[in-house]
C-alpha cells in the first residue's frame, strides 16, 4: 500500500496569504494525484486532479504540482472560505490511498 | 446526484446494507467507489467496482467483510457489511469515479 503523507499536520495563516501544501508518497504514483478540501460538515471537493488541473469551478488561486513523489497544492491570495483541512490522494496504485489532512486555519 | 442510505447502529459482528442512489447521469458509464470517514478522522477508499461490475476492489480492512455490487437497472450501488466492527463506525460515502460526485454520507455505527 502506498503510504502518503502530508505536512505540515496544521498550518495558521492570515487573510491574503499564500500557502503551499505538501504531499508526499512513499512510492510513484505517477501524475495520479489529486487534492480535495474538505470543511467541517460537509462532503470532501474536489480541487485537482493528474497532478495540476483544476476541476470544473475551481479558482485560479489553487494549484497544484509535482510528479513521482513529491507533491504539492499552493493556494495565493488565501480567501476566509479556503479554510479547511486538505487531502491528498494516489489513485496510481490500488488500494488508492489519502493523506492525514493539512488543517489550514486562520491565525 | 447520489443518495446514500441504510446507515444506522448496529452491534458488533452484525450487518448492514449500504445503498446509493444515482440521478443525472449514466450510471453504468461509471465506476464507483465507496470512501468512509471514521469521526473526526482522515478519508479511506474502502471500494471500486466498475461500470458494468466485473471489476471490483477492496481494501485490505474489509477485504471478506464487505461486498460491492450494483444494479445498474436501478441506478443503485450498494455495499453490504458483514461481521462489523467497532473500527468500521464511520461515514460511508458514495463517490463516482473521477472524484467530483459525493452523497452526503450515510453514518454507521458499530457499538454494543
Known amino acids: 500500500e502506498i503510504v502518503m503523507t502530508q505536512s505540515p499536520a496544521t498550518l495558521s495563516v492570515s487573510p491574503g496569504e499564500r500557502v503551499t501544501l505538501s504531499c508526499r508518497a512513499s512510492?510513484?504514483?505517477?501524475?495520479?494525484l489529486a487534492w480535495y478540501q474538505q470543511k467541517p460538515g460537509q462532503v470532501p471537493r474536489l480541487l485537482i486532479y493528474v497532478t495540476s488541473t483544476r476541476a470544473t469551478g475551481i479558482p485560479a488561486r489553487f494549484s497544484g504540482s509535482g510528479s513521482g513523489t513529491e507533491f504539492t497544492l499552493t493556494i495565493s491570495n488565501l480567501q476566509s472560505e479556503d479554510f479547511a483541512v486538505y487531502y491528498c490522494?494516489?489513485?496510481?496504485?490500488?488500494?488508492?490511498?489519502f493523506g492525514q489532512g493539512t488543517k489550514v486555519e486562520i491565525k | 446526484q447520489l443518495v446514500d442510505s441504510g446507515g444506522g447502529l448496529v452491534q458488533p459482528g452484525g450487518s448492514l446494507r449500504l445503498s446509493c442512489l444515482a440521478s443525472?447521469?449514466?450510471?453504468?458509464?461509471?465506476?464507483m467507489h465507496w470512501v468512509r470517514q471514521a469521526p473526526g478522522k482522515g478519508l479511506e477508499v474502502v471500494s471500486d467496482i466498475s461500470g458494468d461490475g466485473s471489476r471490483i476492489f477492496y481494501a485490505d480492512s474489509v477485504k471478506g467483510r464487505f461486498t460491492v455490487s450494483r444494479d445498474n437497472s436501478e441506478n443503485t450501488l450498494y455495499l453490504q457489511m458483514n461481521s462489523l466492527r467497532t473500527e468500521d463506525t464511520a461515514l460511508y460515502y458514495c463517490?463516482?469515479?473521477?472524484?467530483?460526485?459525493w452523497g452526503q454520507g450515510a453514518l454507521v455505527t458499530v457499538s454494543s
Open positions: 512510492q510513484s504514483v505517477s501524475s495520479n
Open positions: 463517490v463516482r469515479s473521477g472524484g467530483v460526485y
Open positions: 443525472g447521469f449514466t450510471f453504468s458509464s461509471y465506476g
Open positions: 490522494q494516489q489513485y496510481n496504485n490500488w488500494p488508492w490511498t
